[in-house]
């Protein structure tokens, strides 16, 4: 008491009150980076328990709403040409009114007899979501066990497939991880580095058994979860599909995580940093229907980083010099402990190039990151139908 006593007559209660918020800020930081986000670069999908004996058959969806020969020139046939110890096939739903693109598309099951094609007639008075198009998919599927991909995304490896597919032997609903493919300059380093991180918060949930979400371009469920709830939810949305649907059939500790470099997907960039905010403004109109406890654990982490930034800053301004250098010091040691986790969970996902600059990411993620919630005061209508 009487050291409190001192700390106040020295610093001031405005000082002491500075002191104080600083290191409740820092120690709530180094808990999500150590504890929190750790247990994704700690997780092993292996420990779970067993549900099946060997690997299933599985059918991949995959909606297709362009003419895209580059797609089935360069996209498909990486997926027709994995490796997987059990049967497979893919089944393309094409949503389209061109008959000489649909005809190629069907040509193709000359060489892949595995590959299943399914048209839904274009009509720009009805328009076809990604959810009808992937439902048209899984009605046409010959297998219980599903995973669901997009046009604009490429499996990282041959083992893609085993990864994903192996994952259901431990449980009903599988969620794989989804990099943005890597370009050059500073630009492509934050977006890349802005889908890990959002990546990071529901990787750390689902490890916990409190699946909420999972890559649009790389999750997987079984059909008897698929209409045992009657199929996706909130058809009134363009999007949620990956999150609000996940969050319907998730329960009981049923979702497996795959977190292997092998096991990811890697999609397209297809522009900059305005393309990027738009892309995040346009999924998160789907956040407001998170659970709470999802969305409290990332606006906690956020809003502890700004004030610990702030508070810091404020101390190395105006504080004595013992309190600056206890600033810096609480300063460096929460940036290395960030910036290690994240080269851990890099590792683990399959990005590469993470720690050299992730001083400018730390930085600017919160910028990023508030931009998308002052966008989200604006409805994005083409979220919706």
Not at 123 to 150: C, D, Q, Y
Not at 163 to 188: D, H, N, P, W
Not at 328 to 355: D, F, Q
Request: avoid cysteine; charge should be positive.
């Amino acid at each position: 008491m009487q050291y409190l006593d001192y700390i106040i007559q020295h610093y001031g209660w405005q000082g002491t009150a500075l002191i104080a918020t600083i290191l409740v800020l820092f120690f709530l930081q180094i808990y999500y980076h150590a504890v929190v986000y750790g247990r994704v670069a700690r997780f092993r999908n292996s420990r779970r328990r067993k549900r099946l004996d060997t690997e299933p058959a599985v059918s991949v969806i995959v909606p297709l709403f362009s003419e895209d020969y580059t797609y089935l020139d360069e996209r498909l046939p990486l997926l027709m040409q994995q490796k997987y110890d059990a049967m497979f096939e893919v089944v393309v739903v094409y949503v389209g009114s061109d008959n000489d693109f649909y005809e190629e598309l069907s040509n193709m099951r000359l060489r892949w007899p595995n590959l299943i094609v399914t048209k839904i007639q274009y009509n720009p008075r009805f328009p076809i979501s990604v959810k009808m198009a992937i439902n048209v998919g899984i009605k046409s599927s010959h297998n219980e066990h599903l995973l669901i991909t997009t046009t604009d995304a490429t499996p990282a490896s041959e083992q893609w497939l085993q990864m994903m597919g192996k994952a259901f032997m431990r449980g009903e609903i599988v969620l794989g991880y989804t990099s943005i493919e890597q370009g050059e300059g500073l630009t492509s380093y934050l977006i890349r580095l802005s889908r890990m991180q959002i990546s990071t918060y529901w990787l750390a949930q689902a490890v916990r058994g409190r699946a909420y979400r999972g890559s649009r371009s790389n999750i997987g469920f079984t059909k008897s979860l698929y209409f045992g709830v009657k199929g996706f939810t909130h058809l009134n949305m363009n999007i949620g599909e990956n999150d609000l649907f996940i969050q319907s059939i998730a329960h009981d500790n049923n979702a497996s995580v795959v977190l292997i470099p092998k096991g990811r997907m890697i999609e397209r960039q297809w522009g900059g940093m305005k393309w990027w905010m738009q892309h995040l403004h346009h999924y998160a109109e789907a956040y407001r229907y998170y659970p709470h406890a999802a969305r409290n654990a990332m606006e906690w982490d956020l809003g502890s980083q700004v004030l610990f930034f702030l508070s810091a800053l404020v101390a190395l301004a105006v504080m004595p010099l013992e309190v600056k250098a206890v600033a810096a010091l609480l300063l460096i040691t929460r940036y290395l402990v960030a910036m290690l986790r994240a080269r851990s969970i890099a590792k683990r996902v399959g990005e590469k190039g993470v720690a050299l600059r992730y001083f400018i990411f730390d930085v600017i993620n919160p910028v990023i990151m508030l931009g998308t919630r002052i966008a989200m005061l604006r409805k994005d209508s083409t979220a919706w139908k």
